[in-house]
């Protein structure tokens, strides 16, 4: 009788054990729980999503901004890249109307002027006064750095430009201007 006491008792053991770890295994495979879990991970990637998007949206915006001033800096410097041009070509057009010939008179005013009778103070012929171009033109003096800057200032560039066109830095050129400010009577 002990032996089925004790047998019974390994039993209700097995039993209880089994109750338990049954619970235990439904609890841990129950689809609310598992939905809940998975729903749990998703979340915190969804997060994780959103902080990246916004850390790559700030970094875009920033080089958006970047870019766009070098664009304005790109357009300043096309705009004085045109009103160089510009005035390149006015001067190349000036020097090419300084070279052409002057008219010559025509001959039928010639003619008109020769039959008409002459005043008596015209009668006497006017002195000729020839131009002679100078022997040789004086070698130009070396500009300073005060006068480049000045020059390139009247011309509409900014410190920057200057100072590359003068290979000065754009502190001395800044101090050039400060110290030589346009006066409201100058031609701009």
Do not use: C
Not at 15 to 39: C, M, P, W, Y
Not at 117 to 124: D, I, T
């Amino acid at each position: 009788m002990d032996l089925v006491i004790a047998v019974l008792i390994v039993i209700a053991v097995q039993l209880v054990a089994f109750l338990i770890l049954r619970g235990r295994i439904h609890q841990e495979l129950n689809a609310t729980s598992l939905l809940k879990d998975v729903q749990d991970e998703v979340d915190g990637m969804v997060r994780e999503l959103n902080l990246s998007a916004e850390r790559n949206i700030g970094l875009l915006e920033a080089r958006i901004e970047e870019l766009e001033g070098l664009l304005s800096q790109a357009d300043q410097k096309m705009i004085l890249l045109a009103r160089e041009l510009e005035r390149r070509e006015k001067t190349a057009e000036v020097y090419s109307q300084l070279k052409r010939p002057l008219p010559q008179p025509v001959p039928e005013a010639v003619e008109a002027s020769e039959s008409a009778p002459l005043p008596e103070s015209a009668a006497e012929p006017e002195p000729v006064i020839e131009w002679k171009p100078a022997a040789e033109p004086e070698p130009e003096r070396p500009r300073t750095l005060k006068e480049r800057v000045l020059a390139f200032r009247d011309q509409g560039l900014g410190s920057g430009a200057i100072a590359s066109a003068t290979g000065a830095t754009r502190g001395e050129v800044e101090l050039i201007l400060s110290l030589n400010p346009v006066s409201p009577s100058a031609p701009n």
